[in-house]
């Protein structure tokens, strides 16, 4: 039977006639051991104490392990996630630039096409201007002086043969006068012709 401190101290030791316990000597022992025992109930309390506090504290770092092994989980996904969202964010971003170019590069060699055209457009005028002078001159010339000009004009190597021309247009060579328009015939040298220049 397991007794307390207190119950030891009160237990009373039945006497025998014959070589019983000196009364004493038991008194005594039964005091040291209620002393002892005493001392280890008080430290079983204290240990049991001690083993409450830790069993909390161990509850209270298996759930702080749990957060943290949940918050890791949780962070890892989410750089995963970020990771992924940017290499994606970074293929648009580079087909964006990709077809960017192209539409750039389309409109720009669209541009030199048309750029080319209007150049040929603007040659073909010149040179239909420049035929059309040509033949003004050479109407208005002799036919010798005719084969001379034709020959050495426009000179493009040597423009000294251009007068100079002032800003405020008062040294502009003259045209001849346009004929009428009911005026057609083979002695004016533009009939005929288009003059569409824009």
Do not use: C
Not at 53 to 72: G, N, S
Not at 123 to 128: V, Y
């Amino acid at each position: 039977m397991r007794y307390t401190p207190v119950e030891l101290r009160h237990v009373r030791l039945s006497r025998s006639l014959f070589g019983g316990y000196k009364r004493g000597e038991a008194d005594v022992l039964l005091s040291d051991v209620a002393d002892s025992f005493e001392d280890v109930w008080r430290e079983r309390g204290e240990l049991a104490d001690r083993l409450e506090d830790v069993e909390k504290r161990l509850e209270e770092i298996k759930q702080r392990e749990t957060l943290l092994a949940t918050t890791l989980v949780a962070a890892e996904k989410t750089a995963a996630e970020a990771v992924e969202s940017a290499k994606r964010e970074a293929e648009i971003i580079v087909a964006e630039a990709h077809q960017e170019s192209r539409s750039i590069t389309r409109t720009a060699l669209n541009e030199r096409e048309r750029l080319f055209a209007e150049a040929r457009r603007v040659e073909t005028l010149l040179r239909s201007a420049l035929g059309i002078v040509e033949e003004t001159r050479a109407g208005e010339a002799t036919p010798g002086q005719a084969e001379d000009d034709a020959s050495s004009w426009p000179n493009r190597e040597n423009t000294s043969e251009f007068a100079a021309v002032s800003e405020d247009g008062a040294d502009a060579p003259q045209l001849p006068p346009l004929p009428a328009e009911d005026e057609e015939g083979p002695d004016v040298p533009w009939s005929g012709r288009d003059f569409a220049w824009g």
